[in-house]
């Protein structure tokens, strides 16, 4: 990795300012799902063992700017102090001379938390003056919040300016796989994108047209796409007023003609142009209303019967995206393919996630959606890895650059 991690600077006896995403749910005063708490558990022990002084923000919720007690870190600091065995000192919301008093006072070996730092009207602005005082707090810092890596608040980007950004394990996780899965990937490179809304993903389908060898299309945007080449969709989710747009999106990449057998011979509906092959769903599971008891049923792909709406993919997409993935060498997936929140339209995301964890290929999830999907279907722990950050996994992987990421200093 091309940034400075935690393992490139001395780090005992120094004041270590760290940005960590603790954003957990939060009920009658207790941590609920503590996932992204264990997740940060090994940078901060790290941290701690190399003899530093630290003193972690995070925000939680979206207080805009002022103090919330149903937003408080508070019990997240209790949480910690039972994880980490030793006290972690919380730092309330207070004036800028009170917090600095009290960060003062944290020892080397001493870990404090402070309040939740979207109380201060000045962090999502990214203040200047607001960075530069959270700065005066460390000697160095280290940003290991990547689902915040796409926003510039001072917790994130601005105090870069003021001290040495490093990055933490989770951060230095999330670019190694992402990034270098994109900008260097081990060939070939198939993407499966789901989602909603195509016109949510034009930056993410032209960034990665040029690069990857295989585009695999479901979910509600596939619907569109699909209406796009003149398929009657019935009553499915389309974004009819995007259907001029996902026409010309898709003529440089491969175009929206009728299916054809692909090149390589690996199924049906593969178009290739260049180096990239596009897939689009076979078959499609229907059903005759938007409910989980709702009559159901298999249709090819242009056979969606007047009425009824397309809600998953179906088991003959599922066999041909699989021996797309048998020959891959790395996977990428973002975004749901059906409504896995309901039982009857889960199959079709869990056989593409039990596809993926039987391939040789390097799988990289990213999308909180698509992570719940792999994560219901039992398969989370056979992925290479499960992106943490919604938003900012999938501005990475468009090609954007990222201010939590840009300001992290070179190697």
């Known amino acids: 990795m091309a940034k400075k991690t935690l393992r490139d600077i001395d780090l005992k006896g120094k004041r270590v300012l760290l940005r960590s995403e603790l954003n957990v749910p939060i009920k009658e005063g207790k941590v609920g799902d503590d996932t992204r708490i264990r997740a940060e558990l090994p940078t901060i022990e790290y941290i701690l063992g190399q003899g530093a002084a630290l003193i972690i923000m995070t925000h939680l919720g979206r207080p805009k700017g ?21 006290s972690v000192i919380h730092i309330p919301y207070g004036s800028e001379g009170e917090v600095k008093t009290a960060a003062a006072a944290v020892a080397p070996g001493q870990v404090a938390l402070l309040e939740n730092i979207r109380f201060w ?48 394990f989770l951060m230095e996780k999330e670019i190694t796989f992402l990034q270098e899965a994109v900008d260097q990937p081990k060939r ?50 389309i974004e009819s007023d995007k259907l001029h747009i996902a026409r010309e999106m898709m003529e440089p990449v491969g175009g929206l003609g009728e299916d054809s057998q692909s090149e390589s011979g ?51 997409t599922v066999k041909a995206w699989s021996a797309v993935f048998d020959q891959a060498a790395t996977i990428i997936w973002n975004g749901p ?21 039987a391939s040789p290929a390097m799988t990289i999830v990213g ?13 989370g722990e056979q992925m290479s890895h499960l992106s943490t950050g919604g938003g900012a996994s999938l501005e990475l992987l468009e090609g954007k650059k990222l201010p939590g990421i840009e300001i992290l200093q070179d190697k």
């Not at 002022?66 to 030793?86: D, F, H, I």
């Not at 008891?293 to 249709?299: E, L």
Request: charged content about 20%; aromatic content about 8%.
């Open 66 to 86: 002022q103090p919330v007690a149903e937003m408080s870190v508070k019990p997240v600091a209790e949480y910690l102090t039972a994880k980490l065995g030793r």
């Open 121 to 168: 009207p000045q962090e999502e602005k990214n203040d200047p003056g607001f960075s530069r005082f959270l700065a005066s707090l460390g000697d160095v810092y280290i940003n290991d919040a990547f689902g915040t890596a796409h926003r510039a608040h001072c917790s994130t980007e601005g105090v870069g300016h003021f001290l040495p950004a490093i990055a933490g």
């Open 188 to 237: 070939p490179l198939a993407v499966v994108m789901g989602g909603s809304k195509v016109s949510d993903k034009i930056a993410l389908i032209e960034n990665l047209a040029g690069k990857a060898d295989y585009l695999l299309f479901g979910g509600a945007m596939a619907n569109t796409l699909l209406a796009a080449q003149g398929k009657d969709m019935g009553a499915s989710k």
């Open 266 to 316: 690996i199924g049906k509906g593969g178009q290739k142009q260049n180096r990239c092959q596009i897939y689009y769903p076979e078959d499609l599971v229907v059903a005759d209303r938007f409910s989980e008891d709702a009559a159901t049923k298999i249709v090819a792909c242009d056979r969606v019967p007047a009425g009824w709406m397309a809600l998953d993919i179906g088991p003959a």
């Open 337 to 357: 393919l059906g409504v896995y929140e309901m039982p009857a339209f889960a199959k079709g995301s869990a056989g593409v996630a039990r596809a993926m964890a």
């Open 367 to 379: 999308g909180g959606d698509a992570v719940a999907a792999v994560m219901q279907a039992g398969y």
